[in-house]
């Protein structure tokens, strides 16, 4: 039985410009093992970034861009149901996103994807160009909740409300099928019953929100609909 193995590295480093503001700089490679007779997936990732906490507001704003190389990424053909491989593709990307403790019990995060996809290398199937399939040009989420303090026999109460966006992406690396933009809302509530016990419930597509999250090759498949969740947690 043959073993493979393959040393990958990362390395990252920051710097603080000011009290409120650093930058920092990463490199990491990664190795993902595929199935039998195929390559393993490699990827190489340079990022660049900022934060920025404001003195006397409780708030930490971050903004980075980074540049995503992977090679023989593994697919299902939808047709014959067989594992294939793709070349090589790049993803060139920004990032932002905001947390912010606002006034009147309430606190707030937002954040912001830009990614450019494309396949660089792509084999006799002529893909080359074209932007990869599954991945959304353009994706945002803001979340908002509101705590009440508890009083009395009465817990904290935490309430949540956000949203989720995603853009339109194509179903195929050939980029003849695409699904358009859609935005799913999402919340959640959380009691604390006792110092060490609480209670959370979290509701996602709140609205069961429906879109075609897949399809084109005689079948189209739906996005999860609304889905709620129970927890009763302790901690000790």
């Given at each position: 039985?043959?073993?493979?193995?393959?040393?990958?590295?990362?390395?990252?480093?920051?710097?603080?410009?000011?009290?409120?503001?650093?930058?920092?700089?990463?490199?990491?490679?990664?190795?993902?093992?595929?199935?039998?007779?195929?390559?393993?997936?490699?990827?190489?990732?340079?990022?660049?970034?900022?934060?920025?906490?404001?003195?006397?507001?409780?708030?930490?704003?971050?903004?980075?861009?980074?540049?995503?190389?992977?090679?023989?990424?593994?697919?299902?053909?939808?047709?014959?149901?067989?594992?294939?491989?793709?070349?090589?593709?790049?993803?060139?990307?920004?990032?932002?996103?905001?947390?912010?403790?606002?006034?009147?019990?309430?606190?707030?995060?937002?954040?912001?994807?830009?990614?450019?996809?494309?396949?660089?290398?792509?084999?006799?199937?002529?893909?080359?160009?074209?932007?990869?399939?599954?991945?959304?040009?353009?994706?945002?989420?803001?979340?908002?909740?509101?705590?009440?303090?508890?009083?009395?026999?009465?817990g904290d109460m935490t309430f949540g409300l956000g949203s989720r966006y995603e853009g339109g992406y194509y179903f195929d690396d050939a980029n003849t099928l695409e699904t358009g933009g859609h935005v799913v809302f999402d919340a959640a509530l959380a009691?604390?019953?006792?110092?060490?016990?609480?209670?959370?419930?979290?509701?996602?597509?709140?609205?069961?929100?429906?879109?075609?999250?897949?399809?084109?090759?005689?079948?189209?498949?739906?996005?999860?609909?609304?889905?709620?969740?129970?927890?009763?947690?302790?901690?000790?």
């Amino acid at each position: 039985r043959g073993e493979y193995s393959v040393l990958t590295s990362r390395v990252g480093l920051t710097y603080r410009l000011t009290e409120q503001l650093a930058t920092y700089a990463s490199y990491a490679e990664s190795v993902v093992p595929a199935s039998l007779g195929l390559e393993p997936e490699r990827g190489k990732q340079y990022e660049v970034g900022v934060k920025y906490r404001p003195a006397g507001f409780p708030g930490l704003f971050s903004a980075a861009v980074y540049d995503l190389t992977k090679s023989n990424i593994t697919r299902t053909d939808p047709v014959t149901s067989m594992p294939s491989t793709i070349g090589e593709v790049r993803v060139r990307g920004l990032d932002l996103e905001a947390k912010a403790e606002l006034p009147n019990n309430l606190s707030l995060t937002a954040a912001y994807s830009y990614l450019d996809s494309e396949i660089v290398e792509n084999g006799t199937s002529g893909n080359e160009g074209n932007r990869l399939s599954f991945v959304p040009e353009h994706i945002a989420s803001v979340w908002l909740n509101y705590t009440l303090e508890g009083r009395g026999r009465r817990g904290d109460m935490t309430f949540g409300l956000g949203s989720r966006y995603e853009g339109g992406y194509y179903f195929d690396d050939a980029n003849t099928l695409e699904t358009g933009g859609h935005v799913v809302f999402d919340a959640a509530l959380a009691y604390k019953l006792q110092e060490n016990v609480s209670f959370e419930l979290n509701v996602s597509n709140l609205f069961n929100e429906k879109h075609v999250a897949y399809g084109g090759f005689g079948a189209d498949f739906y996005n999860p609909g609304r889905e709620i969740k129970a927890t009763l947690r302790s901690t000790w």
